[in-house]
């Protein structure tokens, strides 16, 4: 099949791509087939007439479809998710927290746990509800690229889940600015958000939804247990809490292999398999348009799964040293021990008050 912003030469070039993609790779497959994609696809000659940044605009714009009117219903979905979240802390878990007696630092963190373990709850299930009894992609991935053209519709249930899930990622920046309990990986998380809502967004307008579908799918579900596992834990740190301890200690167990599963696995193996060699074979006659900067977002996505992976593995060698008792967030022993040291300055000072107006009297 011809198309209009494709040489003959690269249809040909496209026609003598040796080798195949399979329908159950693994990660050697991916590695292999990446290596062979990339190979082919980067040819000089495939790009002798391209030139930057002036033919990515003209391609960027090529394969854009988002109307302006749905960007709007982004931003008043990121608007209400904000007042959501605001009356869900304020008014629904800050009297609770102060009904269950939990500490100053744990009070601060707990809503935002509670608020972000219920938002996942609800997108994840509903993700779940698509590729379950709606479409086969997670099962069968290779046929995405089947029906796929440039600005093919979107059905609406599929857009009704990109809808929320950029509003929710474009407060996620707001919230991580001036709501979230700031942590040591703060402007990894910034980032973690401005990519994902980019990915979201992206692949919304070049018509790559439905691999956008995959990546929520495959990262949701870490994100609901490790929240609820947060959650478990400050209530696990009053006193007379080690029941709590226990059952953050569960889910903190199925997080990791939910994480090694959903993240490590199914992700490179559904995700970046399917989003980086199957459309090589299946899609570039159609048009298949900005495959180096998807797949740059993607791979980039994978890193910061590496990334945290880190933190995941610290807190096990220090669980098995024995240097933790319970669980703890390893990106907050900074945090705490801040607010242990402004605690006891507050108490050292409030002391020294005391004696000076004593000495006065």
């Known amino acids: 099949m011809d198309h209009p912003y494709l040489t003959q030469e690269q249809l040909d070039e496209w026609k003598n791509l040796k080798g195949n993609f399979t329908t159950t790779p693994n990660y050697i497959d991916l590695i292999v087939g990446m290596w062979t994609a990339i190979s082919w696809y980067y040819k000089p000659h495939m790009w002798r007439d391209y030139k930057i940044p002036q033919s990515f605009i003209e391609d960027f714009t090529r394969h854009f479809y988002f109307p302006m009117n749905q960007i709007y219903y982004i931003i008043y ?10 009356l869900f802390e ?8 102060n009904w269950l007696a939990l500490k100053p630092v744990d009070k601060k963190k707990c809503p935002e746990s509670a608020w972000k373990c219920l938002f996942y709850t609800c997108t994840w299930s509903y993700c779940v509800y698509l590729l379950s009894y709606r479409y086969n992609y997670f099962h069968e991935p290779h046929l995405i690229w089947d029906d796929w053209s440039p600005g093919m519709d979107v059905p609406f249930d599929i857009q009704i889940m990109y809808f929320v899930q950029c509003g929710f990622y474009l407060h996620s920046i707001y919230g991580t600015l001036y709501m979230d309990y700031k942590r040591k990986d703060f402007y990894v998380m910034l980032l973690h958000h401005v990519l994902t809502m980019t990915l ?4 919304y307008a070049t018509r790559y939804h439905k691999i956008g579908l995959l990546v929520l799918f495959v990262h949701d579900i870490t994100d609901i247990w490790l929240e609820l596992t947060k959650v478990l834990h400050y209530l696990g740190s009053r006193e007379n809490g080690k029941l709590w301890e226990h059952a953050a200690s569960a889910c903190f167990i199925i997080f990791t292999f939910c994480w090694f599963l959903f993240r490590m696995y199914w992700y490179p193996i559904k995700v970046l398999y399917t989003a980086g060699v199957t459309p090589a074979y299946r899609a570039y006659d159609k048009g298949g348009g900005l495959y180096g900067f998807f797949n740059v977002l993607l791979w980039t996505l994978l890193g910061l799964n590496i990334y945290w992976l880190v933190f995941i593995l610290q807190f096990l060698f220090r669980v098995c040293i024995g240097s933790l008792s319970n669980l703890h967030d390893v990106r907050e022993d900074d945090d705490d021990n801040d607010e ?9 000072n409030e002391a020294v008050s005391d004696v000076i107006d004593k000495k006065k009297i």
Do not use: E, Q, W
Not at 80 to 86: F, G, W
Not at 200 to 203: E, G, K, L, N
């Open 90 to 97: 304020n008014y629904i878990c800050k009297p609770l927290v």
């Open 340 to 348: 242990d040291t402004k605690s006891m300055s507050s108490t050292v």
């Open 200 to 203: 979201i967004f992206v692949s």
């Open 77 to 86: 979905i990121a608007i209400v998710v904000t007042i959501l979240r605001y």
